[in-house]
């Protein structure tokens, strides 16, 4: 999926959205702990979002780590 949405909408925006995700991740963690405490649902709903932002992140990264510049 992060391959079809970086041809579309390029390589960093792709990985920028990733990076996104991933900090309302930690905030919705925090915010989910002081509000409910910690239970389930205050650790997996972060965990979940968490998981999909690095579907995007890793092979971006790898990605643009191994493009040759020529």
Same mark, same amino acid.
């Given at each position: 999926?992060?391959?079809?949405?970086?041809?579309? *909408?390029?390589?960093?925006? @792709?990985?920028?959205?990733?990076? @996104?995700?991933?900090?309302?991740?930690?905030?919705?963690? *925090?915010?989910?702990?002081?509000?409910?405490?910690?239970?389930?649902?205050?650790?997996?709903?972060?965990?979940?979002?968490?998981?999909?932002?690095?579907?995007?992140?890793?092979?971006?990264?790898?990605?643009?780590?191994?493009?040759?510049?020529?």
């Amino acid at each position: 999926m992060g391959g079809n949405l970086s041809s579309k *909408y390029g390589l960093m925006k @792709v990985l920028l959205a990733g990076v @996104v995700l991933n900090v309302m991740a930690g905030l919705v963690f *925090y915010f989910l702990v002081k509000a409910l405490n910690v239970t389930l649902i205050s650790v997996i709903a972060p965990l979940i979002i968490l998981f999909f932002a690095h579907g995007f992140i890793v092979p971006m990264a790898l990605a643009k780590g191994s493009e040759r510049k020529t």
